[in-house]
């Protein structure tokens, strides 16, 4: 992520996130845009805006573990959202890869105005 502190903190501020904490220490991180929000995604349902791990933390399931949590608890029972869609760079196809893995499906490309590469755009019915 290319942002600023102030940008992050903004983001924070207008964008639910859900955290995973092992030990007392943030390991994933999950924020959503919603449709009726600052920032909606492109297809009318809850767009993941940010999904990271902590890289020490990596391969140890914890993004997993958080996703499963916010699709039942958050995007299921309290949202009743129908799918949950995101966005990667096509120059990633190691994060498309595991997007597949956790059962989202690809829905289309687009070239993001500002932005240096294409965007992938993946969903995921709930």
């Known amino acids: 992520m290319d942002e600023t502190r102030e940008e992050a903190i903004q983001w924070l501020q207008e964008e639910p996130t859900f955290g995973l904490f092992v030990d007392h220490k943030l390991v994933s991180a999950i924020s959503l845009r919603m449709p009726w929000g600052h920032?909606?995604?492109p297809f009318?349902?809850?767009h993941i805006g940010h999904f990271i791990t902590d890289p020490d933390e990596a391969h140890q399931g914890n993004a997993t573990k958080l996703l499963?949590?916010?699709e039942i608890e958050i995007l299921t029972k309290l949202l009743h959202a129908p799918a949950v869609t995101l966005g990667t760079a096509k120059s990633h196809p190691w994060l498309a890869a595991m997007y597949?893995?956790?059962g989202f499906t690809e829905v289309g490309e687009k070239q993001l105005a500002?932005?240096?590469?294409?965007?992938?755009y993946f969903k995921k019915e709930l």
């Open 68 to 70: 499963h949590y916010v």
């Open 39 to 41: 920032h909606p995604g």
């Open 100 to 102: 597949r893995h956790l």
């Open 114 to 120: 500002g932005k240096k590469h294409v965007t992938v």
């Open 44 to 46: 009318g349902v809850p």
